[in-house]
């Protein structure tokens, strides 16, 4: 219709005449030309949004209690139509997770987000943390079309679109920066129109019946639970459990990890809380299991580091998705299995991967294909790693390591460098003590970022170098292993640079993957300072399509 209108043709039908009248009187045939070009359609959305409806019903009562509970308006919680199509297990490409698609800064302000639990997976924890968040969102903006689209774009970008454009409006129509584009501009429409739907479902899908409400009772642990001897003294199934409680990350269920002490953990209604304590009192552990890992040195072989942490090499392998040869490459870090894991063996990643291969990997991650062992293991030395499109996504290669240390005084003093998405916050949470204890022995100023590669010095209170490596392990194997639940490699490519390229920019509207990821296959370029014409050998991505 706006292509004929273009056209100088006459609108003949009412539709058309309703469209024309739209544009007012003094419109010229290049506007209609550019609204036409203007018009975005994605197929697949209408079953998409309709199954996320359906899914819905089993928590939208309890979202309507929690927002009123804040004193905000109930249509909020519509928003996740449009974040995640109330998909619970949504993961994004930049980890954003769970229905509200919150990401790893941002929900760890409102979440515990970490190995063993991850909130943003939990629909009720992350709800009230939604809430929370738009709640600060509109007290600071004053009115719901900023606060709605800072969910989106940040708080602090949208104050600054504020404070240059003034209303909603205007800033719509003419703002411009480099991050607010059109999915940040087009944040609050879409939440409209999903509003809408969301409200008349009769008259978008005919007929609809959501899912009914998940009931389930709350135990707050004593101890460190295996979840295995839970299944089997309450008589609970694992997936059972494993779907109550969409917080607890696989380490749970594999048995790499045990529930944690103080979890609230959700359980169906078939017996008493006082039964249960009673039950469980004699499976609680008194501590949690570590996370050991073993960063691969020249000279090193699998088996001598399987000899060394005491663990069978063929579940050293297994652990690792090493191929049948054990080998390894300087600079991997492997980790070392627990007792009494669960190890299911994983196939060695492929430089491209086929639609065979991509229906081996479900079907894997389902327990339908197993990996044979092998009879005997070769022992190889670590090799250098020379061809980058070999990445195996089992394996975590930043340098984690505390690589110096001296004491001053009585305090004992770690030197490490920064690696990607870390913040000197990290730090200090895994230190446990004020990210100003950090600023000050390092003399950065407040507000000052770190960047890639930068050393930095940590003082050694609370928690011994062992433990701080742990946890930063432990950090960035929960990205990664999140990361290759939902996406796979296909392939590489090359990015040439251009003037005005950074880092940031590349990753998220260029090759639109995180910088993690895209440093694992350019470990020794230096990406703050970028050069014309450099090439950047980056990964083709690919969303693993598993049924929700």
Known sequence: MLLNLSQGKKPLSQEEKRVAALFGPHTNPSDFKNAAFNIRCQTGIKEQFKAGLIRSGTVIDEFKRIFRSYGLPVDLIYLPCVESSYNFSAYSKFGAAGIWQFTHSTGRQYMKIG??????????ISTDAAARLLKKNYAELKEWPLAITAYNHGRAGMMRAKKSKGSYEKIFKSYSSRSFKFASRNF???????????????????????????????????????????????????????????????????????IPKGFSLKLPKTLTIPNINKRLAALYQDRQKPSRFHRVQKGDTAGSIARLHSVKLQDLTFANGLNQRATIYIGQNLRIPVKNEIIIARNEPKTAISQKNIR????????????????????????????????NPNIVTSNLKVFQTYSKGNLIIGMIKVETEETLGHYADWLQIPTQAI???????????????????????????????????????????????????????????????????????????????????????????????????YPIVAKLKIPI
């Open 115 to 124: 190995y063993v639990v991850d909130e943003r997976r939990d629909p009720y």
């Open 360 to 391: 081996k990997k479900i079907m894997a991650k389902k327990g339908a294909v197993e990996k044979k062992i092998p009879k005997s293991i070769s022992e190889p030395l670590a090799q250098e790693v020379k061809d980058r499109d070999y990445i």
């Open 188 to 258: 609050y429409p879409e939440f409209m129109a999903a509003r809408i739907v969301a409200k008349n479902p009769k008259k978008y899908f005919g007929n609809i019946v959501l899912k009914k409400p998940v009931t389930f009772q709350v135990l707050k642990t004593k101890g460190y639970l295996p979840v295995k001897e839970l299944s089997n003294t309450l008589n609970i199934s694992i997936r059972d459990i494993q779907t109550l409680n969409p917080s607890l990350r696989k380490p749970v269920f594999n048995a790499q990890k045990y």
């Open 439 to 537: 600023r000050a022995l390092n003399g950065f100023k407040y507000g000052t970022p770190i960047s890639i590669d930068q050393k930095v010095k940590i003082p050694m209170k609370k928690k011994t170098i062992l433990e701080f490596e742990e946890q930063r392990y432990e950090f960035h194997k929960e990205i990664e292993e999140d990361f290759f639940e939902s996406f796979l490699i296909q392939g590489t490519d090359i990015y040439v640079v251009k003037n005005g390229d950074n880092i940031w920019n590349l990753c998220l509207n260029e090759l639109e993957i995180p910088f993690w990821l895209l440093r694992k296959y350019n470990p020794e370029m230096n990406f703050n300072s970028l050069q014309p014409m450099q090439k950047i050998k």
